[in-house]
Nanobody, 121 residues
Framework: QVQLVESGGGLVQAGGSLTLSCAAS????????MGWYRQAAGKQRELVAR???????NYADSVKGRFTISRDNAKNTGYLQMNSLEPEDTAVYYC???????????????WGQGTQVTVSS
């Protein structure tokens, strides 16, 4: 059973920083892309950042220059470094990863449980 567990959310003042972590566990053969999404109250879930297995990244325009996504393949863990946080960044942040389990022939997307990030003005 593959699981994604996020950590690192919390309350921070505007201009502050937080680092989110997403640890994948279970019987994993390969992790393909990893990504972070967020969903603010009353809004649709949106892509924040994504990193593929080769390390190529893409970001939402609203976070470019402020957020950095990375991964540690040896630890099966992804990270989202968030700097210069703004109240508009307040949301539940979800980790997403496309993973091929050892018991499967086809990879699929997995989601974490979500972690709350609140930025006060």
């Amino acid at each position: 059973q593959v699981q994604l567990v996020e950590s690192g959310g919390g309350l921070v003042q505007a201009g502050g920083s937080l680092t989110l972590s997403c640890a994948a566990s279970g019987s994993i053969f390969k992790i393909n892309a990893m990504g972070w999404y967020r969903q603010a109250a009353g809004k649709q879930r949106e892509l924040v950042a994504r990193i593929d297995s080769g390390g190529s990244t893409n970001y939402a325009d609203s976070v470019k220059g402020r957020f950095t996504i990375s991964r540690d393949n040896a630890k099966n863990t992804g990270y989202l470094q968030m700097n210069s946080l703004e109240p508009e960044d307040t949301a539940v942040y979800y980790c997403n990863s496309n993973i091929l389990p050892r018991s499967m022939l086809i990879s699929r997307d997995y989601w974490g449980q979500g972690t709350q990030v609140t930025v006060s003005s």
